[in-house]
Nanobody
Framework: QVQLVESGGGLVQAGGSLRLSCAAS????????MGWFRQAPGKEREFVAA????????AYADSVKGRFTISRDSAKNTVYLQMNSLKPEDTAVYYC????????????????????WGQGTQVTVSS
């Protein structure tokens, strides 16, 4: 019972920044752990970051730790992914995802654990 729509993707030079947004609607936005995944051509969808429903807990893939920041604004029912120091290897379609959670945690790291997905937004980083 949640719908997700990503936006904010685009073409950026290496070293640049982008902020992705995920607008959520549904029964209770605050009861979902929200995640970001990405998928490059010919590769499996991989975990990028997650945030608990309270925003008090976050998790990041090692490949983006220190460069990306996930956050959420409950008043706007929106999750963000601030991406700094972008590299060409960050090029992928980025997806917002949600999983129902009752314990304000970020235990979910695999794509199959997330029942709800947005349509994706393309991020291309040029060298």
């Amino acid at each position: 019972q949640v719908q997700l729509v990503e936006s904010g993707g685009g073409l950026v030079q290496a070293g640049g920044s982008l902020r992705l947004s995920c607008a959520a609607s549904g029964r209770t936005f605050s009861s979902y752990c929200m995640g970001w995944f990405r998928q490059a051509p010919g590769k499996e969808r991989e975990f990028v970051a997650a945030i608990s429903w309270s925003g008090g807990s976050t998790a990041y893939a090692d490949s983006v730790k220190g460069r990306f920041t996930i956050s959420r604004d409950s008043a706007k029912n929106t999750v963000y992914l601030q991406m700094n120091s972008l590299k060409p290897e960050d090029t992928a379609v980025y997806y917002c995802a949600a999983v129902r959670d009752y314990y304000d945690r970020t235990y979910y790291r695999e794509a199959y654990e997330y029942p709800y997905w947005g349509q994706g937004t393309q991020v291309t980083v040029s060298s």
